[in-house]
């Protein structure tokens, strides 16, 4: 009986240490997000699977102004308006705040939920683009760089991306001096993937902002 008890205790006594070891799983908060407290609202950032693989069905619209934007729109988010990235990139075209900010765009949870404020904001920074690539659209045009064709709306694309600056280090450098998103997407790819649409419509304006409220 005695070495029942002392075995009984010692069982007890090994469980209760083996259990402390264990502790309950807290919840951390991730810091550093791009959306200050005072600008919280609802959004939705791509799962793994639909970043790897989107279904959808587009209208053809051939090479028009709305198949460009409807084209970008879908590589950009999947034409989803609402959606914010793991960058605190926003809405259908993915716009950062202080771009959103020069355009004048302040109230970033009335864009996510006004579509027709962000085809005005994506046409006034069009606009800004073309104003800043003028030169480099007038002397590139029909030219061959990596292999790719250079066009108006191929070099607006990749500003929309990249920035005017970065394409224009791209075309003087012949296409050696390259760049790549936080994805992986290249601005090559942007000038090879949107070329050849017609952006004859979007005017070249150093100040355009959004007229939409």
């Known amino acids: 009986m005695r070495k029942d008890i002392i075995y009984f205790g010692v069982t ?5 240490i083996i259990s402390s070891g264990f502790k309950a799983f807290k919840q951390e908060s991730v810091t550093g997000f791009h959306i200050d407290d005072s600008e ?16 959808f069905s587009i209208p053809y619209t051939g090479n028009t102004y709305i198949g460009f934007t409807q084209a970008l729109g879908v590589k950009e988010s999947a034409g989803i308006y609402t959606l914010v990235n793991p960058y605190g990139y926003m809405g259908k075209y993915q716009f950062g705040r202080s771009t959103l900010r020069h355009i004048g765009v302040y109230n ?7 579509p027709n404020l962000q085809e005005d904001a ?4 069009l606009c800004i683009n073309k104003w800043e690539l003028r030169k480099e659209i007038k002397n590139y045009s029909g030219r061959i760089i990596n292999g790719i064709k250079i066009t108006e709306s191929g070099l607006l694309a990749a500003a929309h991306l990249a920035g005017a600056s970065s394409v224009k280090a791209y075309l003087r450098s012949n296409g050696k001096n390259g760049f790549r998103d936080g994805f992986g997407t290249s601005l090559r790819s942007y000038i090879k993937r949107f070329n050849g649409y017609d952006t004859s419509n979007v005017i070249s304006n150093r100040f355009a902002k959004v007229t939409t409220n």
């Open 122 to 125: 994506f046409y006034a920074l």
């Open 108 to 114: 970033f949870k009335n864009f996510l939920n006004n």
């Open 12 to 16: 007890i006594a090994f469980i209760a």
């Open 40 to 55: 919280v609202f609802e959004y939705r950032v791509p799962s793994k699977d639909e970043s790897v693989k989107l279904n």
